[in-house]
């Protein structure tokens, strides 16, 4: 028969395809099934070994997270793992010293002396001075287990804390990002000494195993068989749905957040008025209790499937032990083993199983906790910027500020929110930014304070790119205050303190700035002065109105006293049309050495400053002083004698 030598596999294919009726042909198509199933038999292995590889692999925190108790704390990691060691041995012990006290007894009733009582009633003694070591190693390891907890609760908030902090503006306004905090913040701080005391406890369970084991297989190997394999269909019950319950934890992170935002709008004070006055309660509460309906669902509905499949499959361990029971007890009728035998390995074989099917749950535990902390370590390696610019100085400080063609477009959007801006403000001159609410002017303030970084275009201060600047001396250069300033719950002086935090307890600096701020008259009425708690979430706390904490705004901004760069978002808004003139009229002479920005949608303000630029769709549209502005007859004039009017 003819035999032709066998090409390479990509030239039975070739041969394959041909139609011919010939023998040839025909024999080429058998060699070409051949190869084609070959390949997937390849193909199946690499899928089985990825399969593999991504099961093993899921284990791959668990290192990280002994390390992470280690630091925590040495001393407690070192006696929680003694203690383990301990706990593990001393099962089989004592169900060694059990058999021996049996046998004794039986002795001692078959010889029918007192003499002989001394021997079991000495190992009786040494079985309670192993029960106690037993019960006080599992205290211990409950009180370790108890003690790192807390530490190491505090030890991961305080990384996912610090990990926030290095993180951009950018982030925090991406939801898929606060979805991952919140899987971070989630469970994480307890995730880690739970797979490390699971970890010790699989060591426990290990340990305790070879020493039943050694005892068992003097009984039977199939016993010592029968004990592994009846474990085993629980071990894979939990497994998967561990992993169930896991995919349903990380899916629902934006209804949680959801349902956390629901709660504040309904228990916090600065909502709470305006959900009274709107009658917005019942909708919201109807609301809250609908996503918890939703999640409670889910959960019931993976809690029965795993309860019933746990029960059904805890069956086979019992018929297994009674099995296993029934033999034993036949091998002691028939006189095989004696009864103290009979004894030790009844409660090796329990135990056994017990200990058995623990380790097995702690494997499924460590999948889990893995699973986990794979949510903390995604989100403590989220990739940080890394500021890279270190000039503490400028090359040219009368140059000022200065915005060369500069854009920017949000991640996501597909408008750019500033579109080739340019301008120039010389050291001590006063900027008026005008515009629309959403035409840029935020927008450019976070720009130039570095919580942006423009997609094109350069911004210098002082003749040096902003970017190459140090970003901890650019910011001490710059006070500000946004129109969503924060209201914090502090103290008056701490309030304002927060301005520069170096100086936080500095009264004299406190008092200063509440002079500049124009805050200092209504401070002295409070109770404590600089001392009053501000906000109602303490006890003693005091209220104050809109325009009085703006005011203290104000007052932050002037902490900086080291800074010659003054932005101010609305810092009037709330203020009545008096205050704003007096504080205005007061601003320019404590502001005579700073670069100003000023942002406001009133005309009788922004006509003080030295340029007014007008922004309209992220462009800018019109610069010049206000009676520049006024006589060129565009947007700005329009709004001005719009708003003009009003007061007429």
Request: charged content about 20%; some cysteine.
């Amino acid at each position: 028969m003819y035999s032709p030598r066998l090409p390479a596999c990509g030239r039975y294919f070739g041969y394959a395809t041909e139609v011919s009726t010939s023998a040839t042909c025909l024999y080429w198509q058998a060699i070409a099934g051949r190869c084609f199933h070959a390949i997937k038999r390849i193909m199946k292995t690499k899928k089985k070994r990825n399969t593999l590889r991504q099961s093993l692999s899921i284990f791959r925190y668990s290192g990280r997270a002994i390390s992470l108790v280690w630091t925590t704390s040495r001393s407690l990691t070192i006696i929680l793992a003694t203690l383990t060691l301990v706990a593990g041995l001393l099962p089989a012990a004592i169900a060694y010293i059990g058999k021996l006290i049996v046998d004794a007894v039986v002795l001692a009733s078959q010889a029918g002396a007192d003499n002989n009582i001394t021997q079991p009633l000495l190992y009786v003694g040494l079985e309670a001075i192993a029960v106690m070591l037993l019960a006080g190693s599992q205290r211990g390891l409950n009180v370790c287990q108890s003690l790192l907890r807390v530490l190491l609760g505090q030890r991961v908030n305080v990384l996912i804390l610090e990990k926030a902090l290095t993180l951009d503006l950018t982030h925090f306004e991406d939801s898929e990002f606060y979805d991952k905090l919140l899987n971070a913040r989630r469970e994480a701080s307890v995730r880690p000494l739970s797979l490390v005391t699971r970890t010790f406890g699989l060591v426990q369970s290990a340990l305790s195993l070879v020493t039943y084991g050694i005892l068992l297989v003097k009984f039977s190997v199939w016993a010592l068989i029968v004990l592994i394999v009846a474990a085993m269909p629980a071990f894979i019950a939990e497994t998967k749905f561990a992993g169930q319950a896991f995919r349903l934890f990380s899916w629902r992170a934006p209804e949680t957040r959801q349902q956390h935002y629901l709660e504040n709008l309904l228990a916090r004070e600065d909502f709470v008025t305006e959900v009274k006055l709107y009658q917005l309660g019942g909708m919201l509460l109807r609301r809250y209790r609908d996503i918890f309906d939703q999640l409670y669902g889910e959960d019931r509905d993976l809690t029965l499937r795993r309860g019933l499949w746990g029960y059904l499959l805890s069956l086979v361990s019992t018929a297994a032990f009674y099995l296993a029971y029934a033999w034993i007890v036949i091998e002691a009728v028939l006189g095989r083993i004696s009864l103290g035998d009979m004894t030790m390995y009844l409660t090796v074989f329990r135990q056994g199983q017990s200990t058995f099917s623990g380790a097995l749950t702690s494997i499924g535990g460590m999948y889990e906790d893995n699973l986990y902390l794979s949510n903390l370590y995604d989100f403590l390696e989220e990739e940080a910027p890394q500021p890279w610019g270190t000039a503490t100085k400028g090359v040219n400080p009368r140059d000022g500020i200065r915005f060369e063609n500069v854009s920017f477009t949000y991640p996501g959007s597909t408008k750019p929110a500033l579109n080739n801006i340019s301008l120039h403000l010389k050291p001590g001159e006063k900027l008026a930014i005008v515009g629309e609410n959403g035409s840029g002017k935020t927008t450019l303030i976070k720009l130039l304070t570095r919580l942006y970084t423009p997609d094109s275009g350069r911004i210098f201060l002082d003749g040096v790119d902003l970017q190459e600047w140090d970003i901890e001396v650019l910011r001490q250069r710059i006070g500000v205050i946004f129109q969503n300033f924060v209201r914090y719950q502090f103290t008056v002086g701490e309030n304002i303190g927060v301005g520069d935090v170096q100086y936080l307890e500095d009264t004299n600096r406190w008092q200063n700035a509440a002079q500049k701020g124009m805050a200092e008259p209504f401070i002295n009425e409070l109770p404590d002065s600089f001392q009053t708690q501000l906000g109602r979430w303490f006890k003693g706390g005091q209220e104050l109105s809109g325009g009085q904490w703006q005011k203290i705004a104000l007052s932050r901004a002037f902490m900086r006293t080291r800074a010659d760069i003054l932005v101010l978002d609305e810092p009037t808004s709330a203020m009545d049309a008096q205050a704003e003139f007096d504080i205005f009229n007061h601003f320019r002479s404590v502001t005579q050495n700073q670069m100003v920005f000023l942002i406001s949608h009133r005309f009788s303000t922004v006509r003080m400053a030295d340029k007014i630029m007008v922004i309209e769709a992220g462009k800018v549209i019109e610069q010049g002083t206000h009676e520049e502005l006024l006589e060129a007859g565009g947007q700005y004039a329009r709004l001005f004698l719009l708003q003009a009017a009003g007061y007429q």
